[in-house]
């Protein structure tokens, strides 16, 4: 599986993803926010971002490395354009209910760190570029807490707490597990995730 790792978990996070918003565009395409601009923008460029890291991660498996950074080049205009229609929902959210609640505030956290890996990644590319790969999968993973909660919603309804959690740690254990240490990148991304589940958790109920 360490072969085929970051085509694997592109593809979970881009399944999680469609599936997680499938009532967006299967189940339920009456809902209200489909007809909201900002939101339907903001879900092109996410589903443009995910599955530009899947087809990138397929061109690498493959042996395309000269198509490979050819269409690299596009992230550098899909992803501050996703970042942008994020933050934009966070400050019109904000501005409507005049508070961040904790599950968002977690999900800001995660999105800031994310976009430094990212980032990253994108700068290291020609020097390091098993460093840029790790760097952009694991920022992207660092995004993909709707996606999780939505998919788990889908799949069991209430009380998906004990699910979430697990999902969460089984990805920074493969994390690790592929990377046979713990990465300085991984380490923070816990302790932003952990720190920001924990104030989660002490606001519930």
């Known amino acids: ?75 550098l205009v899909v992803y501050p354009a996703f970042l942008v229609t994020t933050i934009y929902l966070y400050v019109t959210r904000y501005i409507e209910t005049g508070s961040i609640a904790p599950l968002t505030l977690l999900n800001m956290a995660c999105l800031a760190y994310g976009t430094l890996l990212i980032a990253r990644g994108f700068a290291v590319r020609k020097r390091n570029p098993q460093e840029h790969r790790s760097d952009i999968l694991f920022g992207t993973f660092m995004l993909m807490e709707p996606a999780i909660s939505r998919s788990l919603g889908h799949l069991i309804g209430k009380g998906v707490e004990p699910f979430w959690l697990l999902t969460y740690l089984l990805f920074f254990g493969l994390f690790v597990w592929h990377a046979r240490r713990v990465r300085w ?21």
């Open 1 to 75: 599986m360490r072969k085929h790792f970051h085509f694997i978990i592109s593809l979970t996070f881009w399944g999680l993803m469609v599936f997680g918003f499938s009532d967006n565009w299967l189940t339920d395409v009456g809902q209200e926010s489909n007809s909201e601009p900002g939101i339907l923008i903001h879900a092109f460029f996410a589903f443009t971002w995910f599955s530009l890291l899947l087809a990138q991660a397929s061109l690498v498996r493959r042996g395309r490395p000269g198509l490979h950074m050819t269409l690299g080049l596009s992230g």
């Open 185 to 205: 990148q991984v380490a923070i991304g816990f302790g932003i995730w952990l720190a920001g589940t924990i104030n989660f958790a002490l606001h519930m109920g």
